[in-house]
């Protein structure tokens, strides 16, 4: 099993994009698919948990080759990951308003889980690699996840109920004007 840890890597990554990852107020949640198209606008708004995906993905580009720097940025992605626990507030994807976050739902948790057991079974491999065994390459298994998930990629970015627009999300609150005609 530990042969195909960039395999596993993969399959828990392409599952958790079946959940939703997040729940917030006023029965809002984000899907994790929405949730990887979404991220790289987390820059915008302070929120940089979601580069751990390039991290992860370029840790396991380099997994054999250069297995200490996998490792490390593969470390660096599960940092990165864990900060998103100091999230509190996020875009709601429908009205375009800041909501609360109430708690992550299974999707979170499973990327959690995908890069956390890349940073192990790179670890491992990383261990045995010292003793002469030969660290594992690329299955046909990696490669076929690899397609599969830009396939679905490909087709969320497609997908018009998962467009973000971002203008709406940067434009200041409407403001409300009082009803009753003697408030101030």
Do not use: K
Not at 8 to 27: K, Q
Not at 55 to 81: E, I, K, Q, T
Not at 138 to 163: K, M, N, Q, T
């Amino acid at each position: 099993m530990l042969n195909r840890y960039v395999s596993l890597t993969l399959l828990l990554f392409l599952a958790s994009l079946c959940f939703n990852a997040m729940y917030m107020t006023g029965d809002g949640r984000l899907h994790a698919l929405q949730a990887l198209l979404y991220g790289p606008w987390g820059l915008v708004f302070g929120m940089y948990g979601w580069f751990a995906n390039p991290l992860l993905g370029l840790a396991m580009l380099l997994h054999r080759r250069w297995r200490w720097v996998s490792l490390v940025l593969g470390l660096a992605a599960l940092g990165l990951a864990l900060s998103s626990f100091g999230i509190d507030r996020m875009p709601d994807n429908r009205s375009y308003n800041f909501v609360n976050l109430t708690h992550f739902a299974p999707g979170f948790y499973l990327w959690l889980l995908a890069i956390f057991g890349f940073c192990l079974g790179q670890a491992w491999w990383c261990r045995q690699a010292r003793q002469g065994v030969p660290i594992p390459g690329w299955h046909w298994l990696d490669g076929a996840l690899i397609v599969v998930l830009g396939v679905v990629i490909h087709f969320a970015l497609e997908a018009p109920s998962l467009r973000f627009e971002m203008n709406r999300a940067l434009e200041p609150q409407p403001s409300i004007q009082p009803i009753d005609p003697d408030t101030i």
